[in-house]
């Protein structure tokens, strides 16, 4: 199945610095990749869809001035919390198709704490 | 806010039991899928059910799709203590340009040994 790398696993920053979070397609073209968060026991909820080549669309809710995604290829995306701080503390997941409507192959995660 | 809703939320088992889990979801779909998820980690696919199927399996997983009531269930046979984990069924959903998976509470597994 397709590959989808995310890096860092883990990182903990702190208050006011910016933490970068790669997320890689190791085998296929992605032009659409999803940045999800989640809280501890809770569901993945949407924060961005990152289109290649184009501004990132974001969820209501989510400030893009925080959470800046760029998608400078078609194997690459990278949020970067900007900023930091303690509440922005969560698990972050990225995702990317193969195509529209289909299943998504998602990264391992990167568990973001912020002191 | 979620498309998907799953029940139970919370679910415990020996194994070798069977387990079962719900969704309902609220619009129009093309297709329903299953995603697993251990702790910590990110998600599994394991199984899409497009709108024109009723039943579908796939080694010990079975998952059926009901439109008419906007529900689907998947169902592990014969439960393992590896299959521990959460379960979130998931729908595409359009909102304007943007296309976009919106993903169910869950259900947390826990297969005793």
């Known amino acids: 199945g397709a590959v989808v790398s995310q890096h860092p696993s883990w990182v903990i920053c702190k208050s006011g610095t910016s933490v970068k979070i790669e997320c890689r397609s190791l085998d296929f073209q992605a032009t659409t990749m999803f940045w999800y968060r989640q809280f501890p026991k809770q569901s993945l909820m949407l924060m961005a869809t990152s289109n290649e080549g184009s501004k990132a669309t974001y969820e209501q809710g989510v400030e893009k001035d925080k959470f800046l995604i760029n998608h400078a290829s078609l194997t690459l995306s990278t949020l970067t919390v900007t900023s930091a701080h303690p509440e922005d503390s969560s698990f972050y997941i990225c995702?990317?198709?193969?195509?529209?409507?289909?299943?998504?192959?998602f990264g391992s995660g990167t568990q973001l704490s912020v002191l | 806010s979620q498309q998907g809703e799953e029940d139970p939320q919370a679910l415990s088992i020996q194994e070798g039991e069977n387990a079962t889990m719900n969704c309902s979801y609220k619009?129009?779909?093309?297709?329903l899928q299953w995603y697993r998820q251990n702790s910590g980690r990110g998600l599994v696919h394991l199984i899409l059910i497009r709108s024109n199927e009723r039943e579908k399996h796939s080694g010990r997983l079975r998952v059926t799709l009901d439109t008419s009531k906007k529900s689907s269930s998947l169902l592990i046979t014969a439960s393992r203590a590896a299959d521990t984990a959460s379960y979130f069924c998931a729908t595409w959903n359009s909102g304007g340009s943007n296309y976009k998976l919106t993903f169910g509470k869950g259900t947390l597994l826990t297969v005793n040994p």
């Open positions: 995702s990317a198709s193969r195509g529209r409507g289909e299943k998504l192959f």
């Open positions: 619009t129009s779909i093309n297709n």
